[in-house]
Antibody, heavy 121, light 107 residues
Framework: EVQLVESGGGLVKPGGSLRLSCVAS????????MNWVRQAPGTGLEWVSS????????YYADSVKGRFTISRDNAKNSLYLQMNSLRAEDTAVYYC??????????????WGQGTMVTVSS | DIQLTQSPSFLSASVGDRVTITCRAS??????LAWYQQKLGKAPKLLIY???TLQGGVPSRFSGSGSGTEFTLKISSLQPEDFATYYC?????????FGQGTKLEIK
């Protein structure tokens, strides 16, 4: 079964750090670009960051640039998001998602179940 | 950055109704648009990619169209399981922005 499972969420104080993980199974992880998407409570989806299959290309949303770092370990089928200098507005469910390059177009075709990050004193 | 504006933000409809959701891009994105369905407490699910191509396993009552800056998602005959929030997403260029969502509720 193709699956993504996130972990590492929790409660952290403003200014603190947290590292999220996403473990992939059921597909050849090393051949896919991967992404983090977040959703603050009661709001819509916000793309956070992308990393190419061999980590050559990395992109961030302006809202997290300089504070978050995306990385991956293809040997461990794992994607990571290191989050530093956390703010209250970073409170959200964080999803990892696979970027699929279809013949006609691209999309995020596989999503994890999400992990909740709460930034509060 | 490319902005996506969905309309309406809320939609009330009945089982069996035909509904249309629109997504407008702030600049042309060719057909690099996807639609997702999200139910409460669940991860989004891919419905349509490349503006009009149905993802495998998605019922044929869902359809997408458009290119450039204007796109539509249509549901031909609403089923109880279709009441959810729908998002469009552009994959033309980073940042890969999402629309603000359309919440489809039972009338």
């Amino acid at each position: 079964e193709v699956q993504l499972v996130e972990s590492g969420g929790g409660l952290v104080k403003p200014g603190g750090s947290l590292r999220l993980s996403c473990v992939a199974s059921g597909f050849t992880f090393s051949t896919y670009n991967m992404n983090w998407v977040r959703q603050a409570p009661g709001t819509g989806l916000e793309w956070v960051s992308s990393i190419s299959s061999i980590s050559r290309s990395i992109y961030y949303a302006d809202s997290v640039k300089g504070r978050f770092t995306i990385s991956r370990d293809n040997a461990k089928n794992s994607l990571y998001l290191q989050m530093n200098s956390l703010r209250a507005e970073d409170t959200a469910v964080y999803y990892c998602a696979r970027l699929w390059f279809g013949e006609l177009g691209d999309a995020f075709d596989i999503w994890g179940q999400g992990t909740m990050v709460t930034v509060s004193s | 950055d490319i902005q996506l504006t969905q309309s309406p933000s809320f939609l009330s409809a009945s089982v069996g109704d035909r509904v249309t959701i629109t997504c407008r891009a702030s600049q042309g994105i060719s057909s690099y648009l996807a639609w997702y369905q999200q139910k409460l407490g669940k991860a989004p699910k891919l419905l349509i990619y490349a503006a009009s191509t149905l993802q495998g396993g998605v019922p044929s009552r869902f359809s997408g169209s458009g290119s450039g800056t204007e796109f539509t998602l249509k549901i031909s005959s609403l089923q109880p399981e279709d009441f959810a929030t729908y998002y469009c997403q552009q994959l033309d260029s980073y940042p890969y922005t999402f629309g603000q969502g359309t919440k489809l509720e039972i009338k």
